[in-house]
């Protein structure tokens, strides 16, 4: 009798479950969503990609699917991404609410957040971005102090074989610590390791499936399982920064900016309506959303590219041939220089193709009732532009399929960009690190180039290009063999 009771309870559950669960009506089409679960089974986890490009085959560029009980609208292709992002930005540029993100930063920090908050501190990040200008806190000069570490340390290992993972990651960081804190550190300094440790272990569990638990299931979230570790993760990194900003009150001099830290002291000073925006907590906030977006992206994308150059050497001697022949006997590399190189700028923007570091971007949301190829999409609905599917579009690309820098090169020689590129998304929300990303990628590979050959270890196997999935996608560990050019 009991059974028959739970079996009926569970069936009526299961049932209401079922009929929260339908599209709207004209809401992109999409499989059949399963109670509890909704599409999610029918996901490879460790390769997602390949089950999203069937259902774009079979329902077109806008579809849906059900993860638990939500609904997610996936937008496929360059064009309807485009004009989600790009033509109706307005309604398209919201960030969903993830709450266990929102429970440890402080609503949302700042930059992944909405509105007012959100706008000022893109404005201001971006502008700072720009006057760093140039000289020698310039970011380039930044840069360039970084490269010089990276050459040291593929120095010390030519002739030998390397894995280059911790290098790129460690420079990457250094470079945003030196336009954020003012300041790099060793590679071998141990506070250094265990801050960025943290960064990486606390990226991992927010996008992971812990973090939907916590949303999903209020009554876990004071059990000890991992999701507590990224509020462990953020404290430490909040006390890091909170020390540094405490560091910077006493040595800013108002007006004279060294770093981030400074010019966000004196955007407190400026007395307007915006000022309530630009307080303490929030520049805590925008420091690390920084920290924490300009990372694995970066490195990320130098392996890759790195992977490439060794198992494409005719790739590589082009690109040698092309910087020797533009700096000659000059020292050092300038951004400007990337005019003058068109294959290595095809090189470069095709590594970031096939990286296809941030798949599919950071989750988007409706701010409104919208259309979209004619089908209607209520406000607050969870968006994800399938950036992945652009950067391999058929059509698009003259080798969708394998790694060719004609990709990017015109029948001239001269560098172009398709459309279709868009491995920083698109629109008011485009990634706020595109600039610096670009100089970063330019001035290391064409620094390293210049000095190194990239060669495969003869014991290194059969060279693997396969992407391993997540939020930043990244090629599997590899040895980076390093030889002195003459
Ligand atoms: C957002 C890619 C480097 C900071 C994004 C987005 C993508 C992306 C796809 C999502 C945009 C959207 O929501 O539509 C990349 C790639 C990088 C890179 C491929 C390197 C190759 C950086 C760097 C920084 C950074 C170096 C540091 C300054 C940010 C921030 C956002 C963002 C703050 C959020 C922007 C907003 O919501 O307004 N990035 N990124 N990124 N990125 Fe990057």
């Known amino acids: 009798m009991l059974g028959t009771l739970v079996l009926l309870w569970l069936g009526i559950f299961l049932f209401l479950l079922f009929i929260t669960m339908r599209r709207p009506k004209n809401f992109p ?9 909704g ?3 029918q996901f490879n986890p460790n390769a997602p990609l390949k089950e999203l490009d069937k259902l774009s085959q079979r329902y077109g560029s806008v579809f849906s699917i059900f993860v638990g009980g939500r609904p997610w609208v996936i937008l496929s292709g360059q064009e309807v991404i485009r004009e989600a992002l790009v033509t109706r930005a307005a309604e398209f540029t919201g960030r969903p609410d993830q709450l266990m993100v929102s429970h440890i930063l402080d609503n949302n920090g700042v930059i992944m957040s909405a509105g007012s908050k959100w706008r000022e501190h893109r404005r201001f990040a971006l502008t700072t971005l720009r006057n760093f200008g140039l000289g020698k806190h310039s970011m380039e000069e930044r840069i360039l102090e970084e ?6 340390h593929l120095e010390r290992h030519a002739g030998m074989s390397m894995d280059p993972q911790n290098l790129f990651h460690n420079a990457a960081s250094n470079i945003i610590c030196s336009i954020i804190f003012g300041s790099r550190f060793n590679y071998e300094d141990d506070y250094f390791q265990t801050l960025i440790d943290r960064m990486q272990e ?3 569990i927010v996008i992971s499936p812990w973090a939907m638990i916590y949303d999903i299931i209020p009554p876990v979230r004071c059990l000890p399982l991992p999701f507590r570790k990224a509020f462990e993760h953020y404290e430490k990194l909040r006390a890091h920064i909170l020390k540094v900003v405490a560091e910077h009150k006493n040595s800013w001099v108002v007006g004279k900016p060294r770093d981030m830290i400074d010019y966000y002291l004196d955007e407190m000073l400026k007395v307007t309506d915006q000022k309530k925006l630009f307080v303490h ?5 925008l420091l690390f959303d920084l920290f ?5 992206t970066t490195s990320n994308t130098l392996r890759t590219l790195s992977l490439y150059l060794m198992t494409h050497e005719q790739i590589q001697e082009r690109c040698q041939q092309e910087i020797d022949m533009v700096l000659g006997s000059r020292e050092h590399v300038s951004y400007e220089d990337r005019h003058a190189m068109p294959y290595v700028q095809a090189v470069i923007h095709e590594a970031q193709r096939v990286s296809d570091v941030v798949p599919l971007s950071v989750f988007h949301t409706t701010t409104a009732n919208t259309q979209i190829r004619g089908y209607s999409i209520p406000k607050g609905t969870l968006i994800v532009p399938y950036l992945s ?3 391999r579009e058929k059509g698009q690309w003259k080798f969708p399929d394998e790694f060719n820098p004609q990709n990017f090169l015109n029948d001239k020689g001269e560098f172009v960009k398709p459309d279709a590129f868009m491995p920083f998304s698109a629109g008011p929300r485009v990634c706020l690190g595109e600039g ?5 990628l330019f001035l290391i590979l064409v620094t390293i180039l210049r000095r190194f050959r990239l060669v495969w270890p003869e014991d290194g196997g059969v060279p693997d290009h396969s992407l391993i999935f997540g939020g930043t996608q990244s090629v599997k560990p590899y040895c980076l063999g390093v030889q002195l050019r003459l």
Do not use: Q, W, Y
């Open 29 to 37: 089409p999409g499989p059949t969503p399963l109670p509890l679960f």
């Open 39 to 41: 599409n999610l089974l």
């Open 147 to 152: 490269v010089k570490h990276i050459c040291e």
């Open 202 to 204: 606390f990226n991992k």
């Open 281 to 285: 907590s929030k520049m805590v906030a």
């Open 292 to 296: 924490l977006a300009g990372t694995d």
């Open 389 to 391: 599917s652009a950067l």
């Open 436 to 440: 610096l990303a670009r100089m970063e």
